[in-house]
């Protein structure tokens, strides 16, 4: 053979074995950049998760970057479309056996707050909830599965919608297998294991009354009236709503008041959007308990001949026992939900993450650089604990 067909050939070999690389990237163990330490990476992937802005409803950019990320990693990933352009992505080793799930959620309540970084604090929309918890779980991961000799395997999942709905778990949930031993989920909990966290339901009052001149109000019937009254019956009632010794009182919010079109017209119109964090007792009884002190003003507000309803937006969840049983692990009960109840299956569930929940969904949402890098270091202490051989 003449050289110049050899190194043609060769060409055409080391061509061929990069071509098979990139579609096959389980040919080699998810590891991390040979470059870079851990940290380095944590604090780099954790950055640009932050830039990447993924407000809910508006997730396909981060989705798919991160779906890219893990590929260039090492995992095998699929893109599961909740809609056409929001997805959730699950990345996985052994796509024909999974024992633990660790996943988190990447969409962020508004307004988008840009990355920074100074005196040792790191913030941003979603510097807390949730990508802190999405960076040190993927970093975990890839330093454990360098080392386990575990037989068991494990999967990520990083889903849309957690901030409203749960839309992300809920599709995941009921589009694949939930044979899961344990699953682990992140959310700011100031690095402890929680054990628990309230309930959730919502509803909407609409009162529909009459507009009148307000010079005449008995023309008229004041929707706004009305919905005083049915919010002052319900803030009585928020004082007779079942208790717990360990998630405390079950607590009301007054979320969203709308009513009138002037300061002179009697409002035809009035709603409410009303949320309750149950700390003891189902959904149903709470509902029952809604229902009921509304009840007489329902009556005399049909009587006027207006109208009130009570619409329950969603079937809600009671209180959330959560397992703590990670040895060296401090634990607490918190007052947010999570996607823990929108994952069907028989498993134990954790939650566990860095950071304040106190300091989410507002301007200053930020941790302490030391708090992601420690989150990391316990991500995988829990995960080793998880992936044991028996």
């Known amino acids: 053979m003449k050289r110049s067909q050899s190194l043609s050939l060769c060409l055409l070999l080391t061509s061929a074995i990069t071509c098979l690389a990139t579609q096959l990237p389980l040919l080699t163990r998810p590891s991390l950049p040979a470059s870079s330490t851990s940290n380095t990476e944590l604090l780099s992937l954790h950055r640009r998760l932050i830039e990447i802005e993924s407000i809910s409803g508006n997730e396909q950019a981060i989705g798919d970057w991160l779906a890219s990320y893990l590929v260039m990693h090492g995992f095998q990933v699929q893109k599961q479309y909740v809609t056409k352009d929001r997805l959730n992505i699950l990345a996985y080793v052994n796509s024909n056996k999974t024992d633990i799930l660790v996943t988190s959620h990447i969409d962020t309540v508004p307004p ?45 999942l990083y889903v849309v919608g957690e901030e409203v709905s749960g839309t992300g778990m809920k599709y995941f949930s009921a589009n694949a297998p939930s044979n ?35 010079g005449y ?25 079942p208790a717990d010794k360990v998630l405390g009182n079950s607590t009301i919010n007054f979320g969203m008041i709308q009513g009138g079109v002037a300061n002179n017209v009697v409002p035809a119109s009035a709603t409410a959007e009303i949320s309750i964090r149950i700390a003891s007792g189902s959904p149903e009884h709470i509902r029952d308990l809604v229902q009921d002190a509304l009840k007489p003003i329902k009556s005399q507000t049909e009587a006027q001949g207006g109208h009130l309803s009570v619409s329950f937006s969603n079937r809600g969840y009671g209180p959330v026992r959560i397992d703590t049983d990670i040895p060296d692990f401090d634990s607490v ?13 028989k498993h134990k569930q954790y939650l566990y993450g860095p950071g304040s929940i106190q300091v989410c969904h507002g301007p200053n949402e930020h941790l302490k650089v030391k708090e992601l890098e420690d989150a990391a270091i316990a991500y995988e202490k829990i995960l080793e604990y998880l992936l044991r051989d028996n």
Not at 217 to 241: F, M, Q, T, V, Y
């Open 112 to 156: 988008y707050i840009p990355y920074s970084i100074h005196n040792g604090s790191i913030w941003g929309r979603g510097s807390v909830d949730a990508k802190a918890c999405v960076a040190a779980q993927i970093i975990a991961s890839l330093r454990l599965l360098q080392t386990t000799k575990s037989t068991k395997s494990l999967s990520l």
């Open 180 to 214: 899961y031993s344990a699953v682990l989920f992140g959310e700011p909990t100031e690095g402890r294991l929680a054990s628990g966290h309230k309930g959730m339901m919502s509803f909407t009052l609409s009162i529909e009354g009459k507009a009148a001149h307000s």
């Open 217 to 241: 109000p008995w023309l008229g019937i004041d929707a706004n009236r009305i919905l005083l009254h049915c919010l002052n019956a319900l803030e009585k009632l928020e004082g007779e709503l």
């Open 333 to 345: 009960s918190v007052n947010y939900g999570t996607d823990i109840p929108n994952l069907e299956g």
